[in-house]
T-cell receptor
Framework: GQQLNQSPQSMFIQEGEDVSMNCTSS?????WLWYKQDPGEGPVLLIA?????ELTSNGRLTAQFGITRKDSFLNISASIPSDVGIYFC????????????FGKGTKLTVNP | GAVVSQHPSRVICKSGTSVKIECRSL??????MFWYRQFPKQSLMLMAT?????????EQGVEKDKFLINHASLTLSTLTVTSAHPEDSSFYIC?????????????FGPGTRLTVT
């Protein structure tokens, strides 16, 4: 099935550093969503993007909907230990159903 | 707002028995809910789309007779794993869309850890 290419697969950073991760696809998406999942929990919605070129912030998080509608990135500034977790991108395809397509996730480790 | 609950959070059952998992939207109505399965260190795999008042739509390869879905109200969907086997052990997560927002955002429940012995 359709997949999103999410990278990097994992990141190990020091507290205070900035982080960037992205998702790409060969298909056009109507919506890009970024979720964070802690171990043993369900994903929590961080940011939702609906327009090409849209840049949205949520505290230290910033995400952008690529102008081609085939990619999105998520930046985390000044990372803190509680940023640890797995970040997933997800999107709904243009002309597709209400189902979401998920990336494989980026596992973030923050060293204090 | 947009809170989704699941019950139970953990369940252990014996092979051959059935297990029911509930998914509730607590502060919004959800005509559509989704059921996912997640294996360790992997992404979410959509199993089925649950539609209030109608039959669920299952993804390819998901046995509808094994994973029974009932969406009886605008705030409740249930997933029943019938005749469970150890290979059904997994983390099951539901999500729901807020119909009032007319957006694609899905809000996830906290998940249910199923262990079949």
């Amino acid at each position: 099935g359709q997949q999103l290419n999410q990278s990097p697969q994992s990141m190990f950073i020091q507290e205070g550093e900035d982080v960037s991760m992205n998702c790409t696809s060969s298909s056009i998406f109507n919506t890009w969503l970024w979720y964070k999942q802690d171990p043993g929990e369900g994903p929590v919605l961080l940011i939702a993007l609906y327009k090409a070129g849209e840049l949205t912030s949520n505290g230290r998080l910033t995400a952008q909907f690529g102008i081609t509608r085939k990619d999105s990135f998520l930046n985390i500034s000044a990372s803190i230990p509680s940023d640890v977790g797995i970040y997933f991108c997800a999107g709904s395809l243009q002309g597709g159903s209400e189902k979401l397509v998920f990336g494989k996730g980026t596992k973030l480790t923050v060293n204090p | 707002g947009a809170v989704v609950s699941q019950h139970p959070s953990r369940v252990i059952c014996k092979s051959g028995t059935s297990v029911k998992i509930e998914c509730r939207s607590l502060d919004f109505q959800a005509t559509t809910m989704f059921w996912y399965r997640q294996f360790p260190k992997q992404s979410l795999m959509l199993m089925a789309t649950s539609n209030e008042g109608s039959k669920a739509t299952y993804e390819q390869g998901v046995e509808k007779d094994k994973f029974l879905i009932n969406h009886a109200s605008l705030t409740l969907s249930t997933l029943t794993v019938t005749s469970a086997h150890p290979e059904d052990s997994s983390f099951y997560i539901c999500s729901a869309r807020d119909e009032q927002r007319l957006k694609d955002e899905q809000y996830f429940g906290p998940g249910t850890r199923l262990t079949v012995t």
